[in-house]
């Protein structure tokens, strides 16, 4: 209850503060600042910064570019059997439990097999 009082009235000091500047005549404009010798080297910096950071962001992207696509060997082995099936993959396709083989297969691991990965030859 006391909050709410309390709020009122900060509401209606606020309001009566804002009715009473405004009637207030505005002042004159300072005069505008005077400019200071162009610091020429300050914005030349400033854009071989900004440079330097879309050449660093273009090395990164072609980088994880270049890495998602390397070929890998990826060998699958039965545990039970020993029965071992070579394949050929992209790296961005590689998962956890399955893959997508170069030529389009879709291969999911059994809970018995294991996998293997080496960079293709």
């Given at each position: 209850?006391?909050?709410?009082?309390?709020?009122t009235?900060?509401?209606i000091?606020?309001?009566?503060a804002?009715?009473?500047?405004?009637?207030?005549?505005?002042?004159a404009?300072?005069?505008?600042?005077?400019?200071?010798?162009?610091?020429?080297?300050?914005?030349?910096l400033?854009?071989?910064?900004?440079?330097?950071m879309?050449?660093?962001?273009?090395?990164?992207?072609?980088?994880?570019?270049?890495?998602?696509?390397q070929?890998?060997?990826?060998?699958?082995?039965?545990?039970?059997?020993?029965?071992v099936?070579?394949?050929?993959?992209?790296?961005g396709?590689?998962?956890?439990?399955?893959?997508?083989?170069?030529?389009?297969?879709q291969?999911?691991?059994?809970?018995?097999?294991?996998?293997e990965?080496?960079?293709?030859?």
């Amino acid at each position: 209850m006391l909050t709410k009082i309390l709020f009122t009235l900060a509401v209606i000091g606020l309001v009566f503060a804002m009715v009473r500047f405004r009637g207030r005549p505005a002042r004159a404009p300072a005069p505008p600042p005077r400019k200071k010798a162009e610091k020429r080297w300050l914005k030349a910096l400033a854009v071989a910064v900004i440079a330097l950071m879309l050449a660093g962001t273009a090395v990164i992207i072609y980088l994880n570019w270049r890495d998602s696509h390397q070929i890998l060997q990826v060998q699958v082995i039965d545990s039970r059997s020993g029965r071992v099936s070579n394949y050929q993959v992209v790296r961005g396709q590689l998962q956890e439990r399955d893959f997508i083989t170069v030529d389009g297969r879709q291969v999911r691991l059994a809970e018995t097999e294991r996998l293997e990965v080496a960079a293709a030859p």
